[in-house]
């Protein structure tokens, strides 16, 4: 089985900040062909780093239908790379025929259960990410990268 990871938790250099957050596990299935790591808002073309976005007025969902935008903490609109980033990722989940992705917990594009509100004050609420939800919606099964680990953790027990 071929999953989707974000590419962050594989430990490429692709946050917002330029970092990463680099997981063992998922480190060990990229190097054992079990997941192609890949970065949604690097592919919709924004630089890394890059200032901190979040979503404002809904989520993933919102924003693909054209009912919340996707700003950073200086006001941009960057709707439009994020959108840009979850069609790539789809084409390589396509590609690839994977039907399973991991997902970074809370990004903008990649959060599966909950996100930043859009105040950039820390707060989370429920919602789904711009990749997440476009993921979502043409088949594909996500995972919360948090929830994921949970899980082999507490099957290791």
Do not use: H, W
């Not at 919709?44 to 809904?58: A, C, F, N, V, Y």
Request: aromatic letters at 8%; glycine letters at 10%; one cysteine or more.
């Amino acid at each position: 089985m071929m999953y989707l990871i974000s590419s962050c938790l594989a430990g490429f250099d692709c946050k917002y900040n330029g970092k990463n957050n680099a997981n063992r596990i998922f480190v060990k299935m990229v190097k054992q062909n079990k997941a192609i790591p890949f970065c949604p808002e690097q592919a919709g073309g924004l630089s890394t780093p890059r200032p901190p976005s979040e979503i404002r007025d809904g989520d993933g969902i919102d924003v693909i239908c054209g009912n919340a935008k996707v700003i950073t903490v200086d006001d941009e609109d960057v709707t439009e790379f994020f959108i840009k980033g979850a069609k790539e990722t789809l084409k390589l989940v396509r590609l690839y025929g994977i039907d399973k992705a991991i997902l970074k917990s809370r990004s903008p594009s990649c959060g599966c259960l909950n996100i930043y509100d859009g105040s950039f004050k820390g707060v989370l609420r429920k919602g789904i990410g711009v990749t997440s939800a476009y993921l979502k919606q043409n088949g594909v099964e996500v995972f919360d990268s948090d929830e994921f680990l949970n899980k082999i953790n507490s099957k290791n027990k």
